[in-house]
Nanobody, 123 residues
C-alpha cells in the first residue's frame, strides 16, 4: 500500500504562486505513474499534470506554461509549482499514483490518492 500526503495549499491573489508537495510512504516503485488532480465545488475531478514511470510529463492544456510538476531525486516527494494563478484554479488538489507506468487522465485509473490540499485564488 502507498500513502500520499499533500501540503502547501493556501489562499493567494490572482497572479501569485504556490508550491504543492506530496510525500509518499509505504511500498513505492519508481516505475509508478504519479500526478495531480483537482476538483472544484460542483465540478468533476480534473487531471492537472502527471509524470510517467519513464519520466514523461503531461499537462492539462489549462495549466500548460503556468504549472510545473517534478519529483525529488529520491522519488518519494512530488511537487507542483503553480505560477500565474487564476481564480479558475481554485480547487482541492489531490496527489495520485497508480501501479503502472503510464499517465492517465481518468481518475478511476489511479490506485492511490492523498487527502487533498485546498488552493484558493482570489481575484
Amino acid at each position: 500500500q502507498v500513502q500520499l500526503v499533500e501540503s502547501g495549499g493556501g489562499l493567494v491573489q490572482a497572479g501569485g504562486s504556490l508550491r504543492l508537495s506530496c510525500a509518499a510512504s509505504g511500498r513505492t516503485f519508481s516505475t509508478y505513474a504519479v500526478g495531480w488532480f483537482r476538483q472544484a465545488p460542483g465540478k468533476e475531478r480534473e487531471f492537472v499534470a502527471g509524470i510517467s514511470g519513464f519520466q514523461v510529463i503531461l499537462y492539462a492544456k489549462s495549466v500548460q506554461a503556468r504549472f510545473t510538476i517534478s519529483r525529488d531525486s529520491g522519488l518519494n516527494t512530488l511537487h507542483l509549482q503553480m505560477n500565474s494563478l487564476k481564480p479558475e484554479d481554485t480547487a482541492m488538489y489531490y496527489c495520485v499514483a497508480r501501479a503502472s507506468s503510464s499517465v492517465e487522465v481518468t481518475p478511476s485509473m489511479y490506485d492511490y490518492w492523498g487527502q487533498g490540499t485546498q488552493v484558493t485564488v482570489s481575484s
